[in-house]
């Protein structure tokens, strides 16, 4: 079974930063790609940041100049810095893991974000 599990979430006051982790056992490049999805109540499940096993990153539009995706091969984590967050950054955050092919995701269990003003 493959575990992916998110730590570093909570409460912070706007403007603050956060820096959450997602820990695996497996080899990180293992995976296509790496990112992090983020769910607001009543809201759709949406990319955050994504990073592919060559480097590449992708970012959201919300999130562009204030979010920064990056990996620790070594510790097998991936991390979300997020600086200048807003309230309408509450939300739970989950780690995802894509292998192909086949294509297959593997998330983790989530961990909840909440931005006062």
């Known amino acids: 079974q493959v575990q992916l599990v998110e730590s570093g979430g909570g409460l912070v006051q706007a403007g603050g930063s956060l820096r959450l982790a997602c820990a695996t056992p497996?080899?990180?490049?293992?995976?296509?790609?790496m990112g992090w999805y983020r769910q607001a109540p009543g809201k759709q499940r949406e990319l955050v940041a994504s990073?592919?096993?060559?480097?590449?990153?992708n970012y959201a539009d919300s999130v562009k100049g204030r979010f920064t995706i990056s990996r620790d091969n070594g510790k097998k984590t991936l991390y979300l810095q997020m600086n200048s967050l807003k309230p309408e950054d509450t939300a739970v955050y989950y780690c995802n893991g894509r292998r192909t092919v086949p294509t297959r995701d593997y998330w983790g269990q989530g961990t909840q974000v909440t931005v006062s003003s």
């Open positions: 497996e080899i990180i490049l293992s995976f296509t790609s």
């Open positions: 990073m592919t096993s060559g480097g590449t990153t």
